[in-house]
């Protein structure tokens, strides 16, 4: 299984931007799909993650501004973020746990894609 991300780059303080992560190799029955963020100096975090029931999830600090979701028929994910501050720059990663629910620890990620970074300047 591989996990292509893309979509991040330098934006400036209230900007968006739309990640984006397919998956390829195979198909998945029950999954939760998600987008963690790693700043410098800090741990990875879940930022948002979507159940192959419909479940979502979104992390206080992102909650209002980016949104998770997905297209099925093309294996692929998203993850729209507005209102970017300063805060969000991070490498973003996007994962899939192949069990059902919302998973909302990276230990319980099976996949993960190879990172995405997203720079917000003041």
């Known amino acids: 299984v591989q996990l292509q991300a893309s979509g991040g780059g330098l934006v400036q303080t209230g900007g968006s931007l739309r990640l984006a992560c397919t998956a390829s190799g195979r198909t998945f029955g029950s999954y939760c799909m998600g987008w963690f963020r790693q700043a410098p100096g800090k741990e990875r975090e879940l930022v948002a993650a979507i159940s192959s029931a419909g479940g979502t999830f979104h992390d206080t600090s992102v909650k209002g501004r980016f949104t998770i979701s997905r297209d099925s028929t093309k294996n692929t994910w998203y993850l729209q973020m507005s209102s970017l501050k300063p805060e969000d720059t991070a490498v973003y990663y996007c994962?899939?746990?192949?069990?059902?629910?919302?998973?909302?620890?990276?230990?319980?990620?099976?996949?993960w894609g190879q990172g995405t970074l997203v720079t917000v300047s003041s």
């Open positions: 994962a899939v746990a192949v069990v059902p629910g919302v998973m909302f620890r990276a230990t319980a990620y099976d996949y």
